[in-house]
Structures are given as structure tokens and as C-alpha cells.
């Protein structure tokens, strides 16, 4: 397995099955997306932490222009499960493909308000592998370091809110302009607390 410095060797452990129940939707559909883990890049001048994967979405798009997001999006009929949407949508967008990523489990659902119950798995891409846009609706990638993410300095919470019987804090990671905010950083936040060792939110 690979580990580096700033991810607990078991993190697998601290995430949720693969292949556990789903939540019920209720009202909303589900989307998949892969939070992607790339080993440290040497020599980059940065830290030597793993990366994580984030698309800024073309300022074009109709819905969520403009916004730092996980690759992901809504199950197509050729799809198996949530597991392979979230892998091909990689694929499409940033160029993973779907056979040389390893998932390693899953974080906490997250409803949006925009109709969507949205399923987040977590995977590791190839030492090898760089991403790159692959699609028009990818305008960036960032690739910032998990220690930079873990740095409090970053990171705050603007509010709380509650959503059809949903709560939820509101996180934002000053990691771009504009920041990660939203249900992506909400995922983020999971993710980093479970590295911590805290458990899901």
C-alpha cells in the first residue's frame, strides 16, 4: 500500500467500505465523485505530502461555474455502480484511467441543493500519473499538498445551515480564487478528519 508523510497507513481503514449500503436519496438523485490521491511529487519546491486532485470548472458551464470540485457527476446507463460513474467521469475529465485507479473507500454522502445526494470515493492514482483538463469543462487543475490543506490558517467555517432536515457546517479552504467552498469542501473536510484520525463528520 502506499503511505507517505502527512496520511495515517490505514487510512483505507478509516474511510467507509466501498461496497457499503448506499444512502437513501430520498427526493434527491445520486452523483458520484473521486477525491483523488496523488503520492508527492519531488522536487515540485513544495512540501513532500500526497496531493488531491481538484478541478476548477469551466466559467462556462450553466451550473457551478467557476467552482473548485472533486472530478465526478451523474450516473450514465453504461455505468455498473457509483463507483464506476465516479471513475469514468476521472477519466473524461482529468485523464485517470478508470483501470490504474486503486479506491480505497468512501466518505460521508452530501446533499446539494441543487437535487443531488452526491457519493464520494476516495482513490489512488498511479505514481506515474499526472492530471491534465481532458475536458471542456475543466478550465484548471490544482493539486494542493494534504499538509497544506491540514494547515489551519486556511480553513474556516462561514455558518451552519440545515437543508430539508440536512445539517451541515460551512467550510472554506483560501486555497484558490475563488476558495474551495461548498459540498467540495465539505467532502475535504471529511477526508481530512478522517486523516487526523477523527472519524467521519
Known sequence: MVTARGLPPDLADRLDPTDAPLPDPRELRHAAV???L??????DGD????????????????SHAGQLAFPGGKPEVEDADLVATALREAEEEVGLPRGDARVIGRL???PTPTGFLIVPFVAWAPASWRPEPTSPEVHAILT?????????????????????????EMHEFAIHQPPL????????????????GNGPI
Open 47 to 62: 512540501d513532500d505530502d500526497p496531493r488531491l486532485v481538484l478541478i476548477e470548472r469551466s466559467g462556462a458551464l450553466r
Open 38 to 43: 496523488m503520492p508527492p511529487v519531488t522536487g
Open 34 to 36: 473521486v477525491a483523488i
Open 144 to 168: 494542493p499538498s494534504i499538509g497544506r490543506l491540514l494547515d489551519p490558517a486556511i480553513h474556516r467555517i462561514t455558518g451552519r445551515g440545515v437543508w430539508q432536515g440536512y445539517h451541515y
Open 181 to 196: 467552498w461548498g459540498a467540495t469542501a465539505r467532502m475535504t473536510w471529511d477526508l481530512l478528519e478522517r486523516v487526523r
Open 108 to 110: 460521508g454522502a452530501v
